[in-house]
């Protein structure tokens, strides 16, 4: 069945234009960050990431909502994805665990979509020229107005302050042996759930937590989140990782990877168009072993601004040879670039909460 929704339009900074039909939100126009994403299946767990706030995902497995939507699989309950572009959106899902349709919680989310273009190609523009800002707006928009709109709006640089929780909350384990402290940048509801049914209770605090009351809950260790955006754009986070670093042990993921670089002394820079799939292959320098990873993240660590930080490179991007992963013997902290909590490879990757409970030990 093909679906038949308003007509809207995508309008790209470099002035391409491509035309579709609105699922979700379909009214407005929105100017997000584009960015595309290579998993075939989890668009539930990609519209529900935090750290795709203020960004469109163009998805490259073109047939998208056919397994509808269930209220077991969200990362965050209160979705901060700026929209998503599909080449097949499926309205009549067919699977026994769907209560909704994705169109229905995106309209319910206020988030938009739109189905119908050639995804093939806005992929291919994104990985040849980089990612850009984008307008998903009516399809009668004069091109010459959504260009002038691109130019005036300017990205958000808040978005973590935006997502994070703003009060700490506990979730606790019965037979905890552990007592874990983790700050929110954008925290996805799997790494709770893997620390937890580790025998960890987990304390999660806001963003912008100090380091006094991190000390009240008296942690055996310190956890940081993934999140969205820049990480230079939380200067007091990279702050208080300083100022923890050599107290607790810390475990790093994905934004909080980069943290733990920067306040160590090193540099981040943005890649060219991120990486945001299921299947990127990480090899653990120490075991020889290929990771096939999730990951999601426009920024990487520069890996000529470790010397003399402390840390050294415990994992590798396969595909670009980046930094995945970094480790500080003498500050018991470690942390990588990609999600071990999604473990979609055949060597599971989770392993590294086990080695963040054998650091507190």
């Known amino acids: 069945m093909i679906y038949r929704g308003k007509e809207r339009k995508l309008i ?22 584009l960015v595309f994403n290579t998993s075939p299946v989890g668009y539930q767990e990609i519209l529900s990431d935090p750290s795709y706030t203020d960004q469109f995902v163009v998805m490259a497995y073109p047939l998208i ?31 026994f ?30 990985r040849k020229e980089g990612t850009q800002k984008a307008l998903i707006t009516d399809a009668d928009t004069p091109l010459e107005e959504g260009l002038k709109q691109l130019r005036e709006t300017s990205l958000p640089r808040d978005a973590v302050v935006r997502v994070s929780r703003d009060h700490k909350e506990r979730y606790i384990n019965m037979d905890a042996r552990y ?20 025998k960890c209770s987990v304390t999660v605090f806001p963003w912008n937590v100090t380091a006094k009351d991190l000390a009240a809950c008296k942690p055996d260790g310190i956890f940081l989140s993934n999140g969205p955006g ?16 050599g107290r607790y042990p810390i475990f790093g993921i994905c934004l909080g ?20 799939g299921g299947n990127h292959p990480v090899k653990n320098l120490a075991t020889g072993r290929i990771e096939i990873t999730s990951q999601n993240h426009s920024y990487a660590v520069d890996e000529g601004s470790l ?20 480790r500080g013997e003498r500050d018991r902290i470690f942390s990588v670039q990609y999600h071990p909590e999604s473990a979609p490879g055949p060597h599971d990757s989770s392993y590294l909460f086990d080695e963040f409970l054998k650091l507190m030990d």
């Open 307 to 326: 010397a003399g930080t402390g840390l050294v490179v415990t994992h590798r991007n396969l595909l670009d040879g980046t930094v995945e992963g970094v």
């Open 12 to 33: 790209m900074a470099d002035g391409s234009q491509y035309y579709g039909q609105a699922f979700g939100r379909d009214q407005g126009s929105q100017v997000c960050e």
């Open 257 to 276: 990877h980069q943290i733990i670089s920067l306040a160590c002394g090193a540099r981040t820079y943005k890649l060219k168009f991120g990486h945001r």
């Open 97 to 126: 665990r769907s209560g909704m349709t994705l169109s229905a919680v995106m309209k319910d989310l206020d988030i938009p979509g739109i189905t119908g273009l050639d995804t093939r190609e806005l992929v291919r523009k994104i």
């Open 179 to 198: 007592q874990i402290a983790a700050i929110d940048f954008g925290m996805k509801e799997n790494i709770i759930r893997s620390l937890v049914s580790r």
């Open 230 to 245: 820049d990480p230079t754009n939380v200067p007091e986070a990279i702050d208080l990782v300083r100022e923890l670093k």
């Open 65 to 95: 909502g056919n397994y509808g939507i269930n209220e077991d699989d969200y990362e965050t309950l209160r979705p901060s994805i700026g929209g998503m572009v599909v080449r097949d959106y499926n309205d009549r899902p067919s699977n």
